[in-house]
């Protein structure tokens, strides 16, 4: 597959990157070598009973999300265990000017 330096230019700009020429036939030879790599493992034959894309077939094996705990039933007991608060929040040192 070829790739133009207009394709490399309308995906910097996409990417909001700025590139120098160099840089843009650099990742327009890049951008070719990758591609013709996927063309190369694209045409691999799978043995038979070998699902193609086995990723498609994944469940969630985590548990379904529920009612959680009843809100700030835990807050006092968080907060009791800060070095330092102001009501019900922490209190931390301002570290921003």
Known sequence: MSVSTDDVKKLAELSRLALT?????K???EIESILAYVAVVQKVDLPPGIAAS???DLQNVMREDGEP??????SEDMLSQAPARDGNFLKVKKILG
């Open 21 to 25: 020429e160099g840089e843009v036939e």
């Open 54 to 56: 086995p990723h498609l």
């Open 27 to 29: 990742l327009r030879s």
């Open 69 to 74: 705990h009843a809100g700030s039933i835990y």
